[in-house]
T-cell receptor, first 114, second 108 residues
């Protein structure tokens, strides 16, 4: 298993555009979480999905949305991009959505907004 | 509100010296604390969690609820310990709240 995979690796967008980031969890994992990591800071929780339902949402504006598909992969969408959205976006998968299951992180997608 | 504070951005130690990374948290419930590590050009990975009370790669961390701390310690640092370390607080639903991170540099 290649572990959690994310695409694309890097992305450059301009202000006002829309972006979609993709994540494939480890086989057998049903929960996916998204984090934003701004340069020099720790990751910040955006969303958690389990069995295609949103189970948690961080303090992010409605421009951020996500969904999980029947195969447990996930997409993170960001509309009306701002310069401040430039960050590394991390996806993490775990076996279940509850308790404190170990989360396995992907390599991230580096988003640059110009 | 949950909050994790790592007061040191950078810790520089010599090989063989002890290293301690500080982590303080704020949480009204029963905390679940973790240390994650990111080695150069690798992805973020779990180092240890307080509930397992085990030593990983010579590192230990004790949860002190009175001081709301979860400091990470290693008695003899090795060059391969050079990495970015994040303390994280877990809440229901797998939400992790991370600290700002501490970069550890172990000099030969």
């Amino acid at each position: 298993d290649a572990g959690v995979t994310q695409s694309p690796t890097h992305l450059i967008k301009t202000r006002g555009q829309h972006v979609t980031l993709r994540c494939s969890p480890i086989s057998g994992h049903k929960s996916v979480s998204w984090y934003q990591q701004v340069l020099g800071q720790g990751p910040q929780f955006i969303f958690q999905y389990y069995e295609k339902e949103e189970r948690g949402r961080g303090n992010f504006p409605d421009r951020f949305s996500a969904r999980q598909f029947p195969n447990y992969s996930s997409e993170l969408n960001v509309n009306a991009l701002l310069l401040g959205d430039s960050a590394l976006y991390l996806c993490a998968s775990s076996q279940t959505g509850g308790g404190y299951n170990e989360q396995f992180f992907g390599p991230g997608t580096r988003l640059t907004v110009l | 509100a949950q909050r994790v504070t790592q007061p040191e951005k950078l810790l520089s130690v010599f090989k063989g010296a002890p290293v301690e990374l500080k982590c303080n948290y704020s949480y009204s419930g029963s905390p679940e604390l973790f240390w994650y590590v990111q080695y150069s050009r690798q992805r973020l990975q779990l180092l240890l969690r307080h509930i397992s009370r085990e030593s990983i790669k010579g590192f230990t961390a004790d949860l002190n609820k009175g001081e709301t701390s979860f400091h990470l310690k290693k008695p003899f640092a090795q060059e391969e310990d050079s990495a970015m370390y994040y303390c994280a607080l877990g809440a229901a639903g797998n939400k992790l709240t991370f600290g700002g991170g501490t970069r550890v540099l172990v000099k030969p």
